[in-house]
């Protein structure tokens, strides 16, 4: 850049020179002889009878350097040119046009996000995180930190976003809890509530009717035992004291099915659980109980990268992108 500025001026100084010879009647480099002699001094026709002398028409004095360069256009200011695009009237610094996004996250919440053996970071927030990244022509940088210090390091700037399968605030399922200064993308996927059987059990229709009397195993005091008492009020709910014993009963055939959050109970049937169980009936989808699944966490203040964000997941969606990163962690879209 510096090189060109250097080359506009030469340009510009030996243009100065060429004009100077000009105003003194020396013919310029580039006009032939035969032109510069005529250009040279022109003289008027003296009208028949006319007592006067023809005059020579001279060249005005030459230009100053001083004029020359107050004729000058202003040159390109190289710092402006190299300057990043500033943000638009009333959108703040941080919410401009970006050239790197850092996503903090947990880095111990496998399938979503953990460390490989070699200790690379991987998980499906993670391979999501890199697809926005390219679609929105930006670098993607990663910060872990614990949990409960996610949405902390956030807002002290530490990051740019939080995608750690962080579910959505809504009333009477805030984790983390509602916050002014906090606001989500669209859900990237859903976390409804499901059910899982044995491979070779026959059951009836997943209606409240249908499923009385039937033994189901749920997390005790988890918000799938909560929906489970509403919902499914005639059948004998079955408490354990974590979502793995639950799975345990069904898998040696102690209970009829178990009632648990569709996304954990699809790595367990396309992993471990495969020979024995399958995932059965509808998605559950209540967001007093389970929320309007996971977003991506940003400041409040950068509201234009959210919609950003929201497009280019959209766009994720539209071209198969998503469908593609789902697969690698799980049989059914999650989304």
């Known amino acids: 850049m510096r090189f060109l500025l250097y080359l506009n001026l030469g340009a510009i100084v030996w243009l100065a020179g060429a004009l100077v010879q000009l105003y003194e009647g020396t013919p310029l480099p580039w006009i032939d002889s035969a032109a510069g002699e005529t250009a040279a001094i022109v003289e008027t026709e003296t009208p028949p009878g006319s007592s006067l002398a023809p005059e020579p028409v001279r060249p005005a004095a030459p230009l100053s350097l001083e004029q020359i360069m107050a004729l000058q256009l202003p040159l390109p200011n190289p710092e402006r040119i190299a300057e990043p695009l500033s943000a638009a009237p009333g959108q703040s610094e941080r919410s401009a046009t970006r050239r790197r996004l850092v996503f903090l996250t947990e880095g111990d919440y496998p399938p979503f996000n953990y460390r490989e053996n070699d200790g690379d970071l991987a998980g499906f927030d993670v391979e999501l995180a890199r697809a926005l990244c390219n679609r929105l022509q930006a670098e993607c940088e990663f910060t872990l930190r614990p949990w409960h210090d996610l949405v902390p390091a956030l807002k002290r700037g530490e990051g740019d976003a939080v995608i750690a399968s962080m579910l959505i605030p809504v009333p009477g399922r805030e984790s983390p809890a509602a916050d002014d200064d906090v606001v989500f993308t669209t859900s990237y996927y859903s976390t409804p509530g499901h059910f899982a059987a044995r491979r070779n059990s026959v059951l009836p229709a997943a209606t409240a009717s249908a499923l009385a009397g039937r033994r189901i195993a749920v997390q005790a005091g988890s918000v799938h035992q909560a929906f489970a008492l ?49 995932l059965v009936g509808p998605n559950y989808a209540a967001p007093s109980f389970f929320g309007e699944g996971a977003g991506i966490a940003l400041r409040a203040e950068d509201e234009a990268l959210r919609a950003r964000m929201n497009d280019a997941l959209s766009a994720l969606v539209a071209d198969g992108t998503y469908a593609r990163i789902s697969a690698r962690y799980f049989s059914a879209s999650i989304y």
């Open 230 to 278: 509403t919902r499914f009020p005639n059948a004998t709910l079955v408490p354990f004291g974590s979502v793995e014993q639950a799975r345990q009963a069904l898998a040696e055939g102690e209970v009829d099915l178990v009632f648990a959050d569709r996304n954990a109970l699809l790595r367990w049937t396309s992993g471990e659980g495969n020979d024995c169980c399958r």
